[in-house]
């Protein structure tokens, strides 16, 4: 179930956790949003079943909204280190992001005091290059006949 709502509604990024100055500090971060109050209570239930701790939110409303949405984030190199382990044991969509999440956690984890080099810098620009990939940002070329190209 965790792995489909990840795949259907979720997203993976860094986020800056906070700055001071002279360093940088960067989480991983997995995030599902949805409308429905019993795909969020069931996603809930199946974190606190696998004992991943996890924020809830219900952002604010703007527009012509009609529905209030939740989301929920799986932040930071620990809990995403365990969520991972979890999730890719089984096939999803958003398996290579998920990767870099579970990477990057892992060599963060084993390098805490080291400062963020160009092997982090590698980290992001992979991920943000996947994410860019599927958004459609990147051009890829569609296999599907253009109706011009139909004979009859």
Not at 16 to 30: D, E, Q
Not at 90 to 96: D, L
């Amino acid at each position: 179930y965790l792995v489909g709502m990840i795949d259907g509604e979720g997203c993976c990024q860094f986020r800056k956790k906070y700055l001071y100055p002279g360093s940088k500090v960067t989480a991983p971060c997995i995030t599902i949003y949805n409308a429905n109050p019993d795909i969020i209570q069931r996603l809930k239930e199946s974190l606190e079943f696998l004992e991943i701790p996890y924020w809830q939110f219900a952002p604010k409303m703007h527009g012509k909204e009609q529905w209030q949405g939740w989301r929920i984030e799986i932040i930071g190199l620990k809990r995403i280190k365990k969520l991972t382990d979890i999730i890719l044991r089984y096939p999803s969509g958003k398996r290579e992001r998920i990767k870099v999440l579970a990477d990057f956690a892992e060599w963060r984890l084993n390098n805490k005091k080291a400062p963020y080099t160009d092997a982090d810098q590698a980290f992001f620009n992979k991920l943000s290059n996947l994410n860019k990939l599927y958004r459609g940002k990147q051009k890829i070329e569609s296999p599907e006949t253009i109706r011009s190209d139909v004979t009859t």
